[in-house]
């Protein structure tokens, strides 16, 4: 079993130095122990208008028996976009089984990517985070381990014309605990 072990993190290790090269800075290293790693994708080198970034770690059975476990960071994706992504990258693995498959899942992001950029024009938002987070990867991980929308806009109809007068339920307060200089309620 050592032996499997070995030539999967040799496997390993040339393909995150394949990676390396072949992305530059665009690729960094989150905890080399742990085998994790970050890369920024986007659908054009000089003027991007989408970006990603793409964590993943590498289990020790990986490529052979487990696929990399990855996370997609990226303001504008939800819903049925990220869904679609993370189909498009399984099937990848299925396709690969026991092959190095980081560089067709970057090429694949990227090549969606680049078909978004073609069909629509981002939205002023879109844009401007796009231009302001030139951050780096680590960052990012910052923000992924927020939820993906802290601030969700609550869908009430509230009109001047509305005679009904709805009753809300009793809010009971208790003692405020103080622990460790926090305060909670």
Partial sequence: MAEGDAGSDQRQNEEIEAMAAIYGEEWCVIDDCAKIFCIRISDDIDDPKWTLCLQVMLPNE?????????????????????????????????QNIGESILYLWVEKIRDVLIQKSQMTEPGPDV???????????????????????????????????RT??????????GIPITDRR????
Avoid: M
Avoid at 150 to 160: N, T, V
Avoid at 182 to 185: D, E, G, H, K, R
């Fill in 164 to 173: 009904e007068v709805e009753e809300l339920p009793p809010i009971d307060h």
């Fill in 62 to 94: 990986y490529p052979g028996t487990a696929p990399p476990i990855y996370q997609l960071n990226a303001p504008w994706l939800k819903g049925q976009e990220r869904a679609d992504l993370s189909n498009s990258l399984e099937e990848i693995y299925i």
């Fill in 127 to 161: 844009k401007k985070k796009t231009e302001e987070e030139d951050v780096e990867c680590e960052d990012d991980l910052i923000l992924a381990c927020q939820p993906e929308s802290s601030l969700k806009a609550l869908d009430f109809d509230i009109s001047e014309t």
């Fill in 182 to 185: 926090s305060t909670f309620q």
